[in-house]
């Protein structure tokens, strides 16, 4: 069995000499790892996908404001909209969204979610994985296969890139659940390893410099609302790649794009709130209101 | 490169909303609870910087409370912690910091009671968390590991006889003292558990003042 990966490559290479998926060699590692069976494994991986299904049932369900009144109501919004009319992408989209907005808020109202990478982008992997479950057809056993494969990608990603906003910025938490996403949703999907690792790549492309810059330093404004974003950003991705569609820069050297990105992002765009979206008139205004 | 697990990427089961702020002030809490052992009477918790500034928009003061109060990242009732009869056992109050030399994320636990104790610990990103001082000695305790931590006086052999009551690897060793002959801290995280007779005759030990096993954050 393959003691070590850190980077794509090598765990293309193991599974292509292997025969396994991403969440076959990812469990027999784990469970090696951390002395325990295979099966003991997937029951926490279970308990995590129970969490996060119970999240977002809570998060349907409330109206409740954050602490500090910024967010909250937004949720019912899109299923009062989606009651009336129907999305345009139709329903999975409309699960999606939903799904992903009732996590973020269940966050922000101090209730029970699943960091995944982060609380802050806690909505987007449970919102596609779980999301896409119905119109797939899919069981349990699946979905933890899907949670294993997200979880193996995002860890290799952070064997790079520590997943945090104030290290590398938002690419680094929402970018990292949205690649993650991808790629988990391809393997649903039954798409190869080069697919899956080409819809990881894909989804973090397109998120490169994306900065962290909470209004009021509190992870709600724009938190809450790039989880639904992202969440759809994913399924692009997958998309993308189910067709044969490359990355012209390999998922490793992504990665290592996403590494120099981070370092290079100016630290008042890394959860500072010292610019962007945090130094506006109107952020300046909340925060002399909220945080005196 | 060090091994790292998938588990932490899909993890914690937490309430919101900050991992650092919110999950990372809980852990804080329950380490310092396991440190000081005993009922406090009155506790100050000294939150710095990012801790003070947006602690209260994050559950911050809620999160350390709860912590002290034995209560893990992903217990629902932190939320309305300052409304629930357990947060009554002690005396509570919050002060709010400014440090530059200190952590973004920074807390002090002052603890009364029948001992009094300096509990310093920062939440360093993603919910991990370290606690870096009791009074004034450096430790380094993180809750990933079953921790052995002892004060002592800095004598020869200390070290070997307290490794050679232990009979499960050692994942890392820390030793830290004030000068030759004075006050000494040892902190051991371990792979394994050992047994309460093994810390019971580790106390014993003469010129060891303080000992405690401070066993793994479970989430
Ligand atoms: S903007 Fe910053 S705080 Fe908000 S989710 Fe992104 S990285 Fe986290």
Same mark, same amino acid.
């Given at each position: 069995?393959?003691?070590?990966?850190?980077?794509? $490559?090598?765990?293309?290479?193991?599974?292509?000499?292997?025969?396994?998926?991403?969440?076959?060699?990812?469990?027999?590692?784990?469970?090696?790892?951390?002395?325990?069976?295979?099966?003991?494994?997937?029951?926490?991986?279970?308990?995590?996908?129970?969490?996060?299904?119970?999240?977002?049932?809570?998060?349907?369900?409330?109206?409740?404001?954050?602490?500090?009144?910024?967010?909250?109501?937004?949720?019912?919004?899109?299923?009062?909209?989606?009651?009336?009319?129907?999305?345009?992408?139709?329903?999975?989209?409309?699960?999606?969204?939903?799904?992903?907005?009732?996590?973020?808020?269940?966050?922000?109202?101090?209730?029970?979610?699943?960091?995944?990478?982060?609380?802050?982008?806690?909505?987007?992997?449970?919102?596609?994985?779980?999301?896409?479950?119905?119109?797939?057809?899919?069981?349990?056993?699946?979905?933890?296969?899907?949670?294993?494969?997200?979880?193996?990608?995002?860890?290799?990603?952070?064997?790079?890139?520590?997943?945090?906003?104030?290290?590398?910025?938002?690419?680094?938490?929402?970018?990292?659940?949205?690649?993650?996403?991808?790629?988990?949703?391809?393997?649903?999907?039954?798409?190869?390893?080069?697919?899956?690792?080409?819809?990881?790549?894909?989804?973090?492309?397109?998120?490169?410099?994306?900065?962290?810059?909470?209004?009021?330093?509190?992870?709600?404004?724009?938190?809450?609302?790039?989880?639904?974003?992202? $969440?759809?950003?994913?399924?692009?991705?997958?998309?993308?790649?189910?067709?044969?569609?490359?990355?012209?820069?390999?998922?490793?050297?992504?990665?290592?794009?996403?590494?120099?990105?981070?370092?290079?992002?100016?630290?008042?765009?890394?959860?500072?709130?010292?610019?962007?979206?945090?130094?506006?008139?109107?952020?300046?205004?909340?925060?002399?209101?909220?945080?005196? | 490169?060090?091994?790292?697990?998938?588990?932490?990427?899909?993890?914690?089961?937490?309430?919101?909303?900050?991992?650092?702020?919110? @999950? &990372?002030?809980?852990?804080? &809490?329950?380490? @310092?609870?396991?440190?000081?052992?005993?009922?406090?009477?009155?506790?100050?918790?000294?939150?710095?910087?990012?801790?003070?500034?947006?602690?209260?928009?994050?559950?911050?003061?809620?999160?350390?409370?709860?912590?002290?109060?034995?209560?893990?990242?992903?217990?629902?009732?932190?939320?309305?912690?300052?409304?629930?009869?357990?947060?009554?056992?002690?005396?509570?109050?919050?002060?709010?910091?400014?440090?530059?030399?200190?952590?973004?994320?920074?807390?002090?636990?002052?603890?009364?009671?029948?001992?009094?104790?300096?509990?310093?610990?920062?939440?360093?990103?993603?919910?991990?968390?370290?606690?870096?001082?009791?009074?004034?000695?450096?430790?380094?305790?993180?809750?990933?590991?079953?921790?052995?931590?002892?004060?002592?006086?800095?004598?020869?052999?200390?070290?070997?006889?307290?490794?050679?009551?232990?009979?499960?690897?050692?994942?890392?060793?820390?030793?830290?003292?004030? @000068?030759?002959?004075?006050?000494?801290?040892?902190?051991?995280?371990?792979? &394994?558990?050992?047994?309460?007779?093994?810390?019971?005759?580790? &106390?014993?030990?003469?010129?060891?003042?303080?000992?405690?096993?401070?066993?793994?954050?479970?989430?």
């Amino acid at each position: 069995m393959e003691k070590l990966i850190n980077t794509f $490559a090598e765990l293309s290479s193991c599974c292509t000499r292997t025969g396994k998926t991403i969440w076959q060699a990812a469990q027999e590692r784990e469970a090696d790892q951390n002395d325990m069976t295979i099966e003991d494994f997937r029951n926490i991986v279970k308990k995590n996908l129970t969490a996060m299904k119970e999240a977002i049932q809570n998060g349907l369900n409330s109206n409740e404001m954050s602490m500090s009144g910024l967010c909250g109501n937004d949720c019912s919004k899109l299923i009062e909209r989606y009651k009336n009319e129907r999305s345009l992408l139709g329903k999975t989209f409309e699960r999606i969204t939903t799904y992903a907005l009732a996590t973020s808020e269940e966050n922000i109202r101090m209730g029970k979610i699943v960091a995944c990478p982060t609380a802050g982008s806690c909505g987007i992997v449970p919102a596609v994985i779980i999301g896409v479950s119905d119109e797939l057809n899919l069981d349990e056993e699946a979905l933890i296969n899907a949670l294993i494969t997200a979880g193996e990608v995002g860890r290799i990603v952070s064997n790079k890139v520590a997943l945090a906003g104030a290290v590398a910025g938002c690419q680094a938490e929402c970018g990292v659940a949205s690649a993650m996403s991808a790629a988990a949703l391809t393997q649903m999907r039954g798409g190869t390893i080069d697919e899956i690792l080409n819809a990881m790549a894909l989804a973090i492309k397109n998120l490169l410099g994306l900065t962290c810059d909470p209004v009021c330093g509190l992870v709600e404004v724009p938190c809450v609302k790039r989880n639904p974003f992202l $969440a759809i950003h994913a399924v692009t991705a997958s998309e993308l790649a189910l067709s044969g569609i490359t990355s012209k820069i390999p998922p490793d050297e992504v990665i290592d794009a996403l590494e120099q990105t981070g370092k290079l992002m100016s630290p008042t765009l890394k959860e500072s709130s010292q610019a962007g979206l945090a130094k506006t008139r109107t952020a300046i205004d909340l925060e002399k209101r909220l945080l005196k | 490169m060090k091994q790292s697990s998938l588990l932490d990427i899909i993890s914690p089961v937490m309430v919101g909303p900050s991992s650092s702020h919110t @999950a &990372g002030a809980v852990r804080l &809490g329950l380490l @310092a609870r396991n440190i000081y052992n005993e009922k406090p009477s009155k506790v100050t918790f000294k939150l710095y910087n990012s801790y003070a500034l947006t602690g209260k928009g994050h559950g911050t003061d809620k999160g350390v409370l709860a912590g002290l109060l034995g209560l893990s990242v992903d217990d629902t009732r932190i939320k309305d912690i300052f409304n629930l009869d357990i947060s009554k056992q002690f005396e509570y109050e919050f002060e709010y910091l400014e440090d530059f030399n200190r952590h973004p994320n920074a807390v002090d636990f002052i603890i009364e009671g029948k001992h009094s104790m300096k509990i310093s610990g920062d939440s360093i990103g993603a919910g991990e968390v370290v606690i870096r001082k009791i009074n004034d000695f450096t430790v380094k305790c993180t809750g990933k590991y079953n921790t052995l931590l002892l004060v002592y006086k800095d004598v020869p052999n200390m070290i070997s006889r307290v490794t050679n009551s232990i009979h499960v690897n050692i994942a890392s060793l820390h030793c830290d003292r004030y @000068a030759k002959g004075e006050d000494a801290s040892m902190c051991v995280c371990l792979d &394994g558990d050992i047994d309460k007779k093994v810390i019971d005759f580790l &106390g014993l030990i003469e010129d060891v003042y303080m000992i405690r096993y401070i066993k793994k954050l479970e989430s």
